[in-house]
């Protein structure tokens, strides 16, 4: 069974702190890797994604890193603000979208502190 | 551009009856796929239409069923309702076996 496995299930961090979010594939045909930002009431939305063919992506306050030898992605969010906390799912797909979209890690529930 | 509409919002159920959720995916997407999302369990795949076909379902007993529309909106029902489908059930819809995916808010159910 396809899985992606993600750690930690919580995280609790001062504002201005860097969290960070792991994950780990299974599936060696696995070409996309987003990250979705969910907030209480509402459907996840994307946030960030990254091709195995880049180490490393960023887009304003996030950044994924990637490590395909290793099979594993991580979200990094600097200066972190209160905003930011929410529930992060990482994600990963086929090329094409895959038979059944996306395989999703289980979420960690981030809360960043004043 | 409107994003991918889910009613209703919430829902209440008593164990055994059948309901109907209902989701608008965003224009020119014509994949539409349902998630449930029950408390610490993240999301699990349930069903992909595409193109009025069902593409593919996931681990889930045939009481979780639905459609697809020849405007591409879909249906979800689940019959013979147990306490444990409380759930959040989350639409999305993307371009025809494309990434990424766009979600709904979602529709609360609470079966009791």
């Known amino acids: 069974q396809q899985q992606v496995k993600q750690s930690p299930q919580s995280l609790i961090v001062q504002k201005g702190g860097i969290p960070i979010i792991n994950c780990a594939y299974e599936?060696?045909?696995?070409?996309?890797f987003p990250w979705y930002q969910q907030f209480p009431g509402k459907g996840p939305a994307l946030l960030i994604a990254i091709r195995p063919d880049v180490s490393e992506k960023k887009e304003g306050r996030f950044t994924i890193s990637f490590n395909k030898s290793a099979k594993q992605f991580s979200l990094h969010i600097m200066d972190s603000q209160p905003g930011d906390s929410a529930t992060y799912f990482c994600?990963?797909?086929?090329?094409?979208?895959?038979?059944?979209?996306?395989?999703f890690g289980k979420g960690t529930h981030l809360i960043i502190q004043p | 551009e409107a994003g991918v509409t889910q009613s209703p919002t919430h829902l209440i159920k008593t164990r055994g009856q059948q309901v109907t959720l209902r989701c608008s995916p965003i224009s020119g997407h014509t994949s539409v796929y349902w998630y449930q999302q029950a408390l610490g369990l993240g999301l699990q795949f349930l069903l992909w239409?595409?193109?009025?076909?069902?593409?593919n379902r996931g681990n889930f007993p045939p009481r979780f069923s639905g459609r697809q529309f020849p405007n591409y909106s879909s249906e979800l029902n689940v019959n013979a309702l147990e306490l444990e489908d409380s759930a959040l059930y989350l639409c999305?819809?993307?371009?025809?076996?494309?990434?990424?995916?766009?979600f709904g808010n979602g529709t609360r159910l609470t079966v009791t």
């Open positions: 239409y595409d193109e009025g076909e069902e593409r």
């Open positions: 599936n060696t045909a696995f070409d996309y």
């Open positions: 999305a819809s993307s371009i025809r076996g494309g990434s990424p995916l766009h």
């Open positions: 994600a990963a797909t086929l090329r094409g979208g895959g038979a059944d979209g996306l395989t």
